[in-house]
């Protein structure tokens, strides 16, 4: 890679790696793995940076690539996620979410990994449908069913989590 | 806009400070980039080698080669992408539209390769899913059998069915629950052990998801295999 691309790069990682990890973490709701995933896209990234710049902007297809690995991830019982370097982590585990939107994060990890995408960015990350389209590679009708199905999941799981605290 | 929406639009998140420097990642990735181009490098040279000696006729027996296993050749690679191609047309009939090969998770590492397929059903249902092939020479980083299913994903469950010539087909099978309990979504992945110690894995992703029989029939194609 030339030293402009790569420069541009490191510039474009350190700008949206925290958008990035955050996405992540929505969709998979552990910071830890949320930055396993954001390193292993941007890895991947790097691979292929000086052609898809030439192509136009590429936040869309940098969540792209994160949703595939974190549908890698997901997709693989057999993959271990805790440490295995028995290494004991230097900064303290992130203190669980308080507050009005803990409910909402652990509901939201119980809706189907392809509605979660779908939920995840087109109402956390704000994005339009088209937009989603072209990062899970769909129709935009796709993209709405997915997200209505997702929301309605989502409802149902609040709803039954609050009658189980009732 | 409904209230849910609303919410999801104003998630709040206690955000920690980010626990890597991208800095430092890049410097990982050109590192990896220059490690897979020197593979390469290694490959073409290995090509020319092999066409020079058929050029100048038989000699004495080449040596092995050094260091670790080499990328697939191209004409591997493209033969997977052709061999995904036909599996996923005689497993899906009836397909409006596939194509193999384009993912941006597809990889070429040495002694094994990712290759994705996406299509479109004759419902009209995208799907897609990534099949990895290991060569023997790969078997390191291969995850053994017994401990296939005993990670974090305990309502995974996992079944060793036996094939014929000694090779065991591992396959998780993952329900999702809707709030209301009903299954909504079942996926299947599998994970073929051989006796000489390759491997094929399918991870499926967004969308149709294959039955357990037709998962089966791709993963077992003789088809995917590399040196």
Redesign the interface.
Same mark, same amino acid.
């Given at each position: 890679?030339r030293a402009g691309d790569?420069a541009d *790069?490191?510039e474009f990682?350190?700008a949206r790696?925290?958008a990035l990890?955050?996405t992540a973490?929505?969709l998979c709701g552990d #910071?830890?793995l949320a930055?396993d995933l $954001?390193?292993n896209a941007? $890895? !991947?990234?790097?691979?292929?940076w000086p052609k898809i710049t030439r192509r136009g902007p590429v936040d869309n297809?940098a969540r792209?690539?994160l949703l595939?690995?974190w549908?890698?991830e997901q997709?693989?019982? #057999?993959?271990?996620?805790?440490r295995r370097d028995g290494v004991v982590p230097d900064?303290p585990s992130?203190?669980p979410?308080? @507050?009005?939107?803990a409910p909402?994060?652990r509901a939201l990890a /119980?809706v189907?990994? !392809?509605q979660r995408?779908a939920?995840v960015l087109r109402?956390?990350a704000?994005l339009p449908a088209a937009d989603v389209a072209e990062v899970?590679?769909?129709?935009e009708g796709?993209v709405r069913s997915q997200a209505a199905r997702g929301?309605?999941?989502?409802?149902?799981?609040? /709803?039954?989590s609050a009658e189980r605290s009732a | 806009m409904?209230d849910?929406?609303t919410?999801?639009?104003e $998630?709040?998140?206690?955000?920690?400070p980010? @626990? *890597?420097d991208?800095?430092e $990642?890049?410097d990982?990735?050109?590192k990896?980039?220059r490690k897979?181009a020197a593979g390469f490098a290694v490959t073409v040279v290995a090509c020319a080698a092999v066409v020079a000696a058929f050029l100048a006729g038989p000699g004495p027996a080449p040596a092995p080669p050094a260091g670790g296993p080499l990328l697939p050749s191209p004409a591997e690679q493209a033969r997977i992408r052709q061999a995904l191609t036909d599996a996923v047309t005689r497993v899906l009939p009836g397909l409006r539209h596939l194509s193999v090969g384009t993912?941006?998770?597809d990889?070429v590492e040495p002694a094994q390769m990712s290759v994705s397929a996406?299509f479109v059903d004759a419902t009209g249902q995208?799907g %897609?899913f990534?099949l990895t092939v290991r060569g023997p020479a790969a078997g390191a980083s291969v995850?053994p059998p017994d401990?296939?299913?005993? @990670?974090?994903?305990p309502e995974?469950h996992?079944t060793g069915v036996p094939q014929p010539g000694g090779a065991v087909l591992v396959i998780?099978e993952?329900a999702?629950? +809707? +709030?209301? @309990?009903v299954t909504? !979504?079942q996926?299947f %992945?599998g *994970?073929l052990y051989r006796p000489d110690g390759s491997t094929v894995s399918v991870? /499926? +992703?967004?969308?149709y998801s294959m039955t357990r029989e037709q998962l089966t029939k791709v993963i077992t194609d003789p088809a995917f295999e590399l040196p």
């Open positions: 890679m790569d *790069f490191r990682a350190r790696a925290l990890r955050r973490y929505l #910071w830890y930055e $954001v390193q941007l $890895v !991947k990234l790097y691979r292929v297809y792209q690539v595939r690995c549908l890698d997709r693989r019982p #057999w993959r271990h996620r805790e900064q992130p203190a979410e308080t @507050g009005i939107s909402l994060l /119980e189907p990994p !392809k995408a939920v109402y956390c704000d899970l590679r769909c129709s796709t929301l309605e999941t989502l409802r149902g799981v609040l /709803e039954h | 409904t849910l929406e919410r999801l639009r $998630v709040h998140l206690d955000e920690p980010l @626990g *890597f991208p800095d $990642v890049a990982r990735a050109a990896l980039a897979r993912s941006p998770a990889s996406e995208p %897609n990534q995850v401990r296939l299913c005993s @990670g974090s994903r995974a996992c998780s993952l999702y629950q +809707g +709030g209301s @309990g909504v !979504k996926d %992945n *994970f991870i /499926e +992703g967004i969308g």
